[in-house]
């Protein structure tokens, strides 16, 4: 895709990020069966239902723009999957696991916070208010989810680890 536009980048990144929940509707399940804190499984349980909604979140974008709801590999989100699958293949110690498996929920957080303000801002500025209320709300459950994350991090996950 030649991107010449905002309009055009602005469709790039909603593709991209399309592919980036599809891929963690994928890896959330793989995670939360991995994961041996009952708080940190749930947590995983509970952002893959918000991911889906966050799919049709964007679906609803696609068609605000009248464009077809498909992604483009996000090589981004590729290699964070990649890190927790190799976390999870080499990493015995079940606490230690669930250090390394919240660490990658929060960098798979942080990326997609940084998208979707970015996103977000881009939707404004081309006078696309219905989609930047949705990107906002998803940047809302992104972030909360981050909080979550942040304080099993401090409160146990990390200290049963070490």
């Known amino acids: 895709m030649s991107v010449k536009s905002m309009d055009d980048l602005f469709l790039h990144l909603l593709k991209d990020m ?15 069966k991995s994961a041996a804190s009952p708080e940190l499984k749930t947590a995983f ?14 679906e609803s974008i696609f068609d605000m723009i009248s464009k ?3 992604g483009k590999t996000c090589a981004a989100m590729e290699g964070l999957v990649e ?4 976390a999870m293949d080499e990493i015995e110690d ?12 929060q960098a798979v957080e942080h990326y997609e916070i940084s998208r979707y303000g970015t996103m977000a801002a881009m939707a404004t ?5 219905d989609a930047t209320k949705l990107l906002q709300a998803t940047l809302a459950e992104e ?9 099993l991090a401090l409160s146990s996950v ?5």
Do not use: C, F, S, W
């Not at 890190?83 to 190799?86: D, F, I, Q």
């Not at 990390?158 to 070490?162: C, F, H, P, R």
């Open 68 to 70: 077809p709801a498909r």
């Open 18 to 32: 399309y592919n980036a929940e599809k891929q963690l509707t994928k890896a959330l399940p793989k995670m939360a």
């Open 125 to 129: 500025q081309l006078g696309l208010t």
């Open 143 to 151: 972030k909360k989810t981050d909080e979550l994350l942040n304080k």
């Open 94 to 105: 079940p606490e230690v696991l669930d250090a390394a498996l919240l660490a990658g929920a």
């Open 45 to 58: 349980e509970t952002h893959l239902k918000e991911t889906e909604g966050q799919i049709e979140r964007l």
């Open 83 to 86: 890190e927790g699958k190799e």
């Open 158 to 162: 990390n200290k049963k680890a070490a």
